[in-house]
């Protein structure tokens, strides 16, 4: 069981990773297909879930703000490979 001062800890540094990657991802979106702007429409309510959930100091708010830290981890490495792929296939065609 964590301690109160390690919950909080834990909180602050996840919801900082969250919102790192999500105003990454923002930078980058508009280069992005239309599914990945869907998914990430989808995605971005998640930045007030963590922030409210980091206010709780509870173990399940540290799951759940690592939760989404994952998932925007995932769509930020699925951006990057689309955002890769569309490069290289404009570069082919010069």
């Known amino acids: 069981m964590l301690k109160n001062e390690d919950i909080k800890v834990r909180l602050q540094e996840s919801y900082s990773t969250a919102k790192r990657i999500s105003d990454e991802i923002r930078l980058e979106i508009h280069l992005a ?5 869907d998914r990430w429409r989808e995605l971005e309510p998640r930045v007030q879930q963590a922030e409210r959930a980091a206010r709780t100091f509870t173990e399940q708010s540290v799951h759940a703000v690592d939760e989404v830290v994952r998932q ?3 769509f930020r490495a699925s951006l990057k490979q689309s955002l890769n792929g569309a490069k290289k296939g404009a570069s082919l065609k010069h």
Do not use: I
Request: hydrophobic letters at 40%; a negative charge; glycine letters at 0%.
């Open 33 to 37: 297909s239309m599914e990945l702007k």
């Open 72 to 74: 925007f981890e995932d």
